[in-house]
């Protein structure tokens, strides 16, 4: 009885958290930029469009990292030619319509935190980064968060432009080529399963064993 209450509760939320059906609550890059553009609002910036092919470039970004997190403070970071080369064909954005990055933060570290402690901890860690989040060249904002190898270090990436938002990073067809592992923002999609992000086997385990009880119990 205690048993099937419990499967119960979790089918319904489950079924009926409002995560399931909207942008960002589920999807850690979508909370980022949701903390962006609130401090940017904050600080009477506007507010900036989250754009998904822009948000999937964010996540190849990351992978040009190949998971060494000692480069990224460093002066290493992928050759521009890249986005063309690379980021747009994976990602399904038409090469055509990339926009020159007026600024991108990048941060990475051994554990996973929150993305507003990844925003407020590790992101923005001084007067420049303060300055890049603040610019006003910047239109839109693609964010993605990734871990490496099914765990960490566990990297977040914030790319700015100033591009029209709506012909700029326009992704083939209208939908982003998916790109696992990792989370990237503006795409109305859950990316909770902890195991997209490789954050670990566990909760993939939990989450399983919640959709089995669901399918046998309804
Ligand atoms: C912002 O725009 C101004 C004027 O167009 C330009 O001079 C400046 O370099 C731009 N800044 C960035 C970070 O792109
Ligand atoms: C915006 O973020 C910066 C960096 O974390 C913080 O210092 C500042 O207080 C924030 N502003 C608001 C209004 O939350
Ligand atoms: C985007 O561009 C199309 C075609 O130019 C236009 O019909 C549409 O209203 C625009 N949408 C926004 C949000 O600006």
């Given at each position: 009885m205690a048993i099937s209450a419990w499967i119960l509760v979790s089918c319904l939320l489950l079924f009926f958290s409002p995560a399931s059906a909207t942008?960002?609550?589920?999807n850690p890059a979508d909370q980022l930029v949701a903390v962006i553009n609130s401090n940017r609002t904050a600080h009477k910036s506007s507010v900036l469009f989250d754009n998904p092919g822009l948000g999937c470039i964010a996540l190849q970004y990351i992978q040009a990292y190949q998971g060494q997190c000692d480069e990224v403070g460093g002066n290493k970071k992928p050759s521009d030619s890249s986005f063309a080369d690379t980021f747009a064909p994976n990602c399904g954005v038409?090469?055509?319509t990339l926009a020159p990055i007026t600024g991108r933060l990048l941060a990475c570290q051994s554990s996973y935190v929150s993305p507003d402690q990844a925003f407020s901890d590790i992101l923005i860690k001084n007067a420049r980064s303060l300055q890049i989040l603040y610019?006003?060249?910047?239109?839109q904002v693609g964010a993605a968060v990734r871990g490496t190898d099914g765990g960490a270090p566990y990297f977040w990436c914030v790319l700015f432009s100033g591009g029209k938002t709506n012909s700029t990073f326009v992704l083939e067809g209208g939908v982003a080529k998916t790109v696992r592992p990792g989370c990237f923002s503006g795409?109305?999609?859950?990316?909770?399963?902890s195991a997209r992000l490789g954050v670990g086997l566990w909760q993939m385990v939990v989450g399983v064993l919640i959709a089995i009880a669901c399918a046998v119990g309804l």
């Open positions: 942008d960002s609550t589920n038409e090469a055509q610019d006003k060249n910047h239109t795409n109305n999609d859950d990316c909770s399963g």
